[in-house]
């Protein structure tokens, strides 16, 4: 039996003009909106690198933030540029995955030829 094929995009476009889509190696298609990715942003500026705890204030990221550059880091994710200038977030394939999760998506769905899904 192949190893389960870990999550990866297949395709990552705009959805409308601030969100980013992902279409997934599973089938899935996630929108995520873009202050949702804003405010999910895991670099040491968001989030306590010693005890993990988000610092970034809801109440200094704009409502209508949005990304103005997605840029691939590696084979491994993606870096965004939003328009409040933060640009320090890397953003890999397993924390989109998690993320999905928060959007009512599947988590991880692993997928191997006798698991669909």
Same mark, same amino acid.
Not at 59 to 81: C, N
Not at 89 to 104: D, K, N, P, R, Y
């Given at each position: 039996? +192949?190893?389960?094929?870990? +999550?990866?995009?297949?395709?990552?476009?705009? /959805? %409308?003009? #601030?969100?980013?889509?992902?279409? @997934?190696?599973? *089938?899935?298609? =996630?929108?995520?909106? /873009?202050?949702?990715? #804003?405010?999910?942003?895991?670099?040491?500026?968001?989030?306590?690198?010693?005890?993990?705890?988000?610092? &970034?204030?809801?109440?200094? =990221?704009?409502?209508? =933030?949005?990304? &103005?550059?997605?840029? +691939? =880091? %590696?084979?491994? /994710?993606?870096?965004? #540029?939003?328009?409040? *200038?933060?640009?320090?977030?890397?953003?890999? @394939?397993? @924390?989109?995955?998690?993320?999905?999760?928060?959007? %009512?998506?599947?988590?991880?769905?692993?997928?191997? +030829?006798?698991?669909?899904?």
């Amino acid at each position: 039996m +192949p190893p389960p094929t870990k +999550p990866a995009p297949v395709e990552i476009t705009r /959805a %409308g003009d #601030r969100d980013v889509q992902i279409r @997934w190696n599973d *089938g899935r298609t =996630v929108v995520y909106p /873009a202050r949702f990715l #804003r405010m999910a942003c895991p670099c040491d500026h968001c989030v306590d690198e010693m005890t993990g705890r988000r610092v &970034l204030q809801e109440s200094s =990221v704009p409502l209508d =933030v949005h990304p &103005l550059a997605i840029e +691939p =880091v %590696g084979r491994y /994710a993606i870096s965004l #540029r939003f328009s409040d *200038g933060h640009s320090t977030g890397i953003f890999t @394939w397993e @924390w989109l995955s998690h993320l999905a999760a928060e959007l %009512g998506q599947p988590a991880s769905a692993v997928t191997t +030829p006798n698991n669909p899904h």
